[in-house]
């Protein structure tokens, strides 16, 4: 039972320091400053605000909405929407609705999801009117793929779930012949995950379930580099982050949804799904001494919606709760006794660098990467979170 009531025990290699601006600090190993004390991805955030000034947002929302409904016409979708039931994917599938598109909401389930989430996304379809594309995940073989990640003992475990949603928006759009893929990500509210916490690439997928997993991953395609390249130059299937052109404020966004379209919110930060939940709150901040809390929180901060002062009140107020029975649950519904669970939960911390990626290769590469973002062919956050 003590895995489930574990202590941080990570090494703090550096002198503790946060960033002057937002309440990100040296827990995040990639973490840099500049001469005033501000961090890498507070400026990240200042280069993404130049991309998409709310000074020009309704002319850019306009633009990037024509250039969908023509590449759609004649088509039964002009776009794809991923969606699962939290407020940022469906407020997307709103606003799409709202400007005049015609998307196809896609879900993809992978067994934990809360009936919150479930309900949410029937009731937006419903409301929208759109039509609902589910994917069903093989349960015993997502499991496994997550507990390799587990045994691989890095902190991006939650990965094969991003992934596979991913992995299943590209596909669908494939198939479909759907050229964009509408998220519901903001960097004004969610901010971008350090890639020393979240780091995700089909190479270093397929190598931790080759080293930790068994059998095959076949309930979504494992997308390496020829894949995207396909995709992405064949294909020419484009990512919109919708959010992204409009001020987007998560408190007015849950007002409306609650009211237009009965959304239910789920507490806590991404809890709409079970893993997640245990991952987040139990994992994370216990074997890692990594606390998400601090990237959502440090955008809201840089974007205006809470002040620094009280983001640094709400983390040093209690560390990141979590509910005991979810983490019985998650170890139960993983197969494993808690044994075997106390077994994986003390290895040795990794890291996505002691696994095959291709972020060798993107860095090699950074020049091109920055003209094909320059051209818009791949997402300009792509070169200043892995190439810069
Ligand atoms: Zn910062």
Known sequence: MEAIVGTPEVATKTAYRRCSRCVLDTTVSDIWFDEAGTCKYCQI??????LHPLA???EDLERIIRRIKKAGR???????????????????????RKMG??????????????EIAVSNIRKATDLLRVDLHTVMADLDEFKDLQRAFLKASVPDADIPTVYAIHSVLYETAAKQGIGYILHGHSFRTEGTSPISWTYMDGRYIKDVHRRFGSGHVRSFKI?????LLYYSLVKRIREVRLLEYIDYNKKKADETLAHDLGWVYYGGYHHKNLYTKFFQSFLLPNKFNIDKRKTELSALVRSGQV????????????SY????SVVIYAVAKLGWTLEEWEAVYFREPRSHKDFKTYLPLIRLLRLPIWVACKLRLLPHILYLKYAS
């Open 45 to 50: 955030h200042d280069e993404m605000e130049r």
């Open 56 to 58: 020009n947002m309704e």
């Open 74 to 96: 004649n088509k039964t979708y002009d776009c794809i929407v991923g969606v699962s039931g939290g407020r940022d994917s469906i407020y997307t599938l709103f606003l799409a």
């Open 101 to 114: 598109l015609r998307p196809l909401a896609v879900y993809f389930d992978n067994g934990w999801n809360t």
């Open 223 to 227: 997308m390496t580099l020829p894949y």
């Open 307 to 318: 002040t620094r002062r009280e983001a640094i009140a709400e983390l040093e107020a209690s």
């Open 321 to 324: 709760k979590y509910d005991r």
